[in-house]
């Protein structure tokens, strides 16, 4: 009675808890493959943004060289509210800028600094900007142009007070010129303040160096392209970077949460938790965008095309302009600045050792950091090949699901 045979033993399954961390996962090569908008909408971690960090250095410091050069060889076009001048304009009618400048040239004695004609068709306006001219020669003007093109009032009669004048002298659009830029410096004391208070340091450097990206950039197009500079335009550019600024904190917001506590888990470098923030924080900057450019080009439709008026154009451009600068930079700069700044702390270094001497199962940790040849920064990149995770994959473990134990068993125990 008290024998039993061992042939015949009952075997019962306990459940014992690994408090390992989970292995690497393989990938087989049936992981299912998504289409780019399904990559994009989930923000599953594919587009390897940190990972090509190299290029868009590379992109953004060209972008930047050419700014510079440009600022400095071709300058900028300040309107007359910072330089002074005067500016007279009347309805259109049929006139042409060639018949503008020979009307001018008659009153005056030579040419207008510029002619341009705002709008289209029967709301089209010729604007003239020269220098200041005296009362005396704003007359003379007024009286060539009222001869060569009648322009028509709101009677729809010929009349003179149909041509319109202004003028700025040079003291005061140096006023505007010193007020401008005072509140450039106030807005970036302020900005670089809180940045400093709510980021730790290599947040807030590569905050910082985001914003002088998107300001030097925004500034070499304006260069570049010869738009004007106008009070307009340094108010649309606070504007600006004030929304790059507010694009780079909900991606640093998602980075700083990814990244907590990274120390403590091998699943992920610091590198890859950073790009995964990016691709789920992609849809928002880009959605973002969108909504804010819809308007400003909306803006511009009716500025140039309908109304014809010069202040809401220069306002537009601005940020149209800006907007773009800063969603390439919120994406392709800010982060990649980050993880690379990072990178060169010991903390972020030994984790991203561990994190790759896991992925290689067959070499021991010595061997690993003997054989790997490369730096850190760069395993980070490039780590495990196919072995690391990767977004949208269903993961697989490899025969023998639990390191010291027999394949397909749990631990047991004799009744």
């Given at each position: 009675m008290g024998s039993h045979n061992k042939n015949d033993e009952d075997i019962e399954t306990t459940d014992t808890t690994d408090t390992t961390e989970p292995e690497a996962v393989e990938l087989t090569g049936g992981a299912p493959k998504h289409s780019f908008f399904t990559r994009l909408y989930t923000g599953s971690g594919a587009f390897d943004v940190v990972g090509r960090r190299k290029v868009w250095f590379t992109v953004s410091g060209v972008i930047v060289a050419i700014a510079i050069v440009s600022i400095i060889v071709r300058g900028f076009s300040f309107g007359i509210d910072f330089k002074g001048g005067t500016t007279v304009s009347f309805p259109r009618g049929n006139a042409s800028v060639a018949?503008?400048?020979?009307?001018?040239?008659?009153?005056?004695?030579?040419?207008?600094?510029?002619?341009?004609?705002?709008?289209?068709g029967g709301s089209a306006t010729v604007q003239i900007r020269s220098e200041t001219l005296s009362n005396d020669q704003t007359a003379k003007l007024r009286d060539s142009l009222f001869d060569a093109f009648h322009p028509r009032g709101v009677d729809g009669q010929p009349s003179k007070q149909a041509i319109s004048d202004s003028a700025v002298s040079s003291t005061w659009g140096g006023q505007i010129t010193k007020k401008a830029l005072i509140a450039l410096v106030v807005f970036l004391v302020?900005?670089?303040?809180?940045?400093?208070?709510?980021?730790?340091?290599?947040?807030?450097?590569?905050?910082?160096?985001?914003?002088?990206?998107?300001?030097?950039?925004?500034?070499?197009?304006?260069?570049?392209?010869?738009?004007?500079?106008?009070?307009?335009?340094?108010?649309?550019?606070?504007?600006?970077?004030?929304?790059?600024?507010?694009?780079?904190?909900?991606?640093?917001?998602?980075?700083?949460?990814?990244?907590?506590?990274?120390?403590?888990?091998?699943?992920?470098?610091?590198?890859?938790?950073?790009?995964?923030?990016?691709?789920?924080?992609?849809?928002?900057?880009?959605?973002?965008?969108?909504?804010?450019?819809?308007?400003?080009?909306?803006?511009?439709?009716?500025a140039v095309w309908l109304l014809g008026i010069g202040t809401l154009k220069d306002l537009a451009l601005v940020m149209l302009v800006g907007i773009l600068v800063g969603t390439y930079s919120s994406i392709f700069l800010a982060t990649p600045l980050l993880v690379t700044l990072r990178e060169r702390t010991e903390l972020v270094r030994s984790h991203t050792r561990r994190v790759l001497n896991r992925r290689r199962p067959t070499v021991t940790r010595d061997a690993a950091e003997e054989t790997s040849g490369e730096p850190v920064a760069a395993l980070a990149g490039n780590a495990g090949g196919g072995s690391k995770p990767a977004p949208g994959a269903r993961p697989v473990r490899p025969a023998g699901s639990r390191p010291g134990r027999p394949s397909g068993k749990r631990g047991t125990r004799r009744r």
């Open positions: 018949q503008v400048d020979e009307a001018f040239h008659k009153a005056i004695g030579h040419d207008p600094e510029q002619v341009i004609i705002v709008g289209s302020l900005v670089g303040i809180y940045i400093l208070i709510r980021y730790e340091r290599y947040m807030a450097m590569a905050a910082l160096t985001t914003l002088v990206f998107d300001l030097t950039t925004t500034a070499g197009v304006y260069s570049l392209v010869g738009f004007e500079v106008t009070p307009a335009t340094v108010i649309g550019l606070l504007t600006i970077l004030g929304f790059s600024l507010y694009d780079t904190v909900i991606v640093f917001d998602k980075v700083e949460e990814n990244t907590h506590g990274f120390e403590h888990t091998t699943r992920r470098t610091f590198a890859e938790q950073a790009n995964l923030a990016l691709n789920q924080t992609f849809m928002r900057s880009i959605n973002t965008s969108l909504i804010s450019v819809i308007p400003v080009l909306s803006l511009m439709v009716v």
